[in-house]
C-alpha cells in the first residue's frame, strides 16, 4: 500500500475492523469528508447498518490524518449514495487498489473524461469512469 497503514477502529462502541489510514496528500484530493455518524444521518440509517455498507464495499471509510474515520461527502448524492459508486469500487478493488487508492484513483484529474471521475459519476457519466477503471486492469 502506497501512503497509508492499517488499524483497527472503533465505531459506537464497536471494534469496526481493519481500516486504512490515508496519507495527507490523498486526504487533500478528497476534500470534504463526513463522519460515520453524519453519513447515518443523511442516509436515514442506524450506524451499524452504515457499517454493514462499508463492510460490503459500498462504501468506503478511511482513517484521516486526524484520526476520525470519514466517508467522502462526494459518495453521497443527498439522501442516497451515488449511483454507481458500488460497482466502480468493486472494480478498482478487483484491480487490486486499496481503500486509499481507490480514492486518489475517484479524487485525481483524468483528462480524458475531463475532471476527476467522481465527477463525471455525479454528472451521470459512470459507465465512461468503469471503462477507464476497468482498463487498469490490463
Known amino acids: 500500500m502506497n501512503g497509508c497503514w492499517r488499524v483497527w ?3 459506537g462502541g464497536g471494534t469496526f475492523g481493519d481500516v486504512a489510514q490515508i496519507d ?3 486526504d487533500g484530493l478528497v476534500g470534504d469528508w463526513l463522519t460515520i455518524p453524519e ?3 443523511r442516509l436515514g440509517l442506524q450506524q451499524g447498518r452504515v457499517r454493514q455498507l462499508l463492510r460490503d464495499r459500498k462504501l468506503v471509510a478511511v482513517q484521516r490524518p486526524d484520526g476520525t474515520l470519514c466517508v467522502p461527502a462526494a459518495f453521497l448524492d443527498g ?6 459508486l458500488h460497482g466502480t469500487l468493486t ?3 478487483d484491480c487490486g487498489f486499496d481503500e486509499p487508492e481507490s480514492l486518489r484513483w475517484l479524487f485525481t484529474a483524468d483528462e480524458s473524461l475531463p475532471g476527476t471521475p467522481i465527477q463525471a459519476m455525479t454528472e451521470h457519466r459512470g459507465t465512461e469512469v468503469n471503462r477507464r477503471a476497468q482498463a487498469l486492469a490490463f
Request: net charge neutral; charged share 10%.
Open 9 to 11: 477502529f472503533s465505531v
Open 39 to 41: 453519513v447515518a444521518d
Open 24 to 26: 495527507p496528500v490523498a
Open 79 to 84: 439522501n442516497h449514495i451515488l449511483k454507481g
Open 91 to 93: 472494480v478498482l478493488f
